[in-house]
């Protein structure tokens, strides 16, 4: 079997408000990029990992810079690619890279992909690993999740509530999220006969195996595995990481 990585870095980090695409903004003396990657070795057995990189200029051209660190430390081939307006087009155009790749290199067997997102940027090597671990066992879909701490409500346009979900059941779902490639092309082509609105409503690709009624597994995420997506979230890194090193 063949292993890729597909790392989704092209988003523009909006929410995070710094005025630079989230993957670009320094954490501490490294980028978001750059920590989301200290996860990636030799161990994980890759044999591509793809990063989706923002098309803006100064963004790009330094975090492709990024990528001939990981091909060194790993040993593993690394290409770039330009990322696209949404979410699902950025891993669209990963996988696309990863099926190419597969052709070029004349790939035979299965073959595994992960789908991680940059800004989950301290995610430790071992939720990849259990990933990884789901898909050897015969798994064609993983999710790493945790379960919430809040109550969660589902809210109506009236700002009524509309119903309490059952806390017990409730999980947040994180990433890298494994999938064969075989699946993951049969998702992507279910994608793209979606009506748009819909497609825009698929917050992550696990979501499309599920729309197929496909089985998705869950295995154990981890709390530092936390999305930087406000700045509160960035403090939260930036105190983990100074615990860590102090
Ligand atoms: N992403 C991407 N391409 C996009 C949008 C998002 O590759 N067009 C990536 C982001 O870089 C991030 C992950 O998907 O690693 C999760 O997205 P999110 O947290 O929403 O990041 P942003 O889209 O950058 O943030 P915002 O929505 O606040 O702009
Ligand atoms: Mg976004």
Not at 128 to 140: K, Y
Request: glycine content about 6%; some cysteine; charged content about 20%.
């Amino acid at each position: 079997r063949r292993r890729a990585l597909v790392v989704v870095a092209a988003g523009s980090g909006t929410r995070l408000g710094l005025g630079m695409p989230k993957a670009a903004v320094p954490v501490t003396d490294r980028t978001v990029l750059e920590h989301a990657l200290d996860a990636v070795s030799g161990v994980l057995q890759l044999d591509l990992v793809v990063l989706v990189l923002p098309r803006e200029p100064h963004a790009k051209q330094q975090l492709a810079a990024t990528s001939a660190v990981v091909a060194d430390r790993c040993g593993v081939e690394v290409l770039t690619i330009p990322g696209g307006e949404a979410r699902t087009e950025s891993v669209s155009s990963g996988v696309r890279a990863v099926q190419q790749h597969a052709q070029r290199k004349s790939w035979s067997g299965p073959v595994q992909v992960l789908v991680h997102d940059a800004a989950r940027a301290l995610t430790p090597t071992e939720v990849f690993h259990r990933v990884l671990e789901a898909l050897d066992a015969g798994a064609q879909c993983v999710v790493p999740a945790l379960p919430v701490t809040d109550t969660i409500k589902r809210v109506d346009a009236s700002a009524q509530v509309a119903q309490t979900l059952p806390r017990k059941q409730l999980r947040a779902v994180q990433t890298p999220q494994g999938f064969t490639l075989k699946l993951l092309e049969r998702a992507f082509s279910h994608i793209d006969k979606l009506p748009e609105e819909e497609a825009a409503d698929l917050t992550d690709e696990a979501m499309m195996v599920e729309n197929l009624g496909e089985k998705v597994a869950v295995v154990e995420g981890h709390p530092h595995a936390l999305k930087i997506t406000t700045s509160l979230d960035l403090l939260t890194v930036r105190a983990l990481i100074a615990e860590t090193e102090g």
